[in-house]
């Protein structure tokens, strides 16, 4: 019986997602200045995590990105720090879209599956549909 031991990596562990999140208003376009802002400010925001941007779309209606990790995370917690942290650039930078109501420029919830593959335009419109019948538009 012999023992064969693999020599490991960092990236033999790790993970990815693609993730999606919509604007609170449907009336939002992402598809203008905020765009490339939005993309930018992603960047930065996972460069100072040591996180790995595998791609980006912004969409009039979206914003999706997928990510890879060499450390464990919860979803939970990079999703609150790139949503907190967006909405807040957002809302400074751009303060024709502050409705005065709220300090989150997303709407509420998130899409995220493993993997970085984009996800199916299809499931993307489920999403949305969803997500605004919660809203009650």
């Not at 400010?41 to 779309?57: A, G, M, N, R, Y």
């Not at 009039?60 to 990079?78: A, C, D, H, K, M």
């Not at 024709?96 to 419109?125: C, K, N, S």
Request: overall charge negative; hydrophobic content about 35%; aromatic content about 12%.
């Amino acid at each position: 019986f012999d023992i064969v031991n693999e020599p490991t990596s960092a990236e033999a562990f790790s993970v990815s997602y693609t993730c999606l999140l919509i604007p609170r208003s449907p009336l939002q376009d992402l598809n203008n200045e905020l765009s490339g802002s939005l993309q930018n400010w992603l960047v930065s925001i996972c460069e100072s995590k040591h996180w790995q941007i595998e791609f980006q779309t912004v969409r009039e209606g979206y914003f999706q990105w997928g990510l890879r990790f060499s450390s464990p995370i919860q979803i939970g917690q990079f999703m609150k720090e790139i949503r907190t942290r967006t909405s807040e650039l957002v809302l400074d930078h751009f303060s024709d879209l502050r409705d005065g109501t709220t300090t989150d420029f997303w709407a509420p919830g998130y899409l995220v599956v493993l993997g970085t593959r984009p996800h199916p335009q299809a499931l993307i419109e489920h999403y949305i549909k969803l997500i605004r019948r919660q809203q009650g538009n």
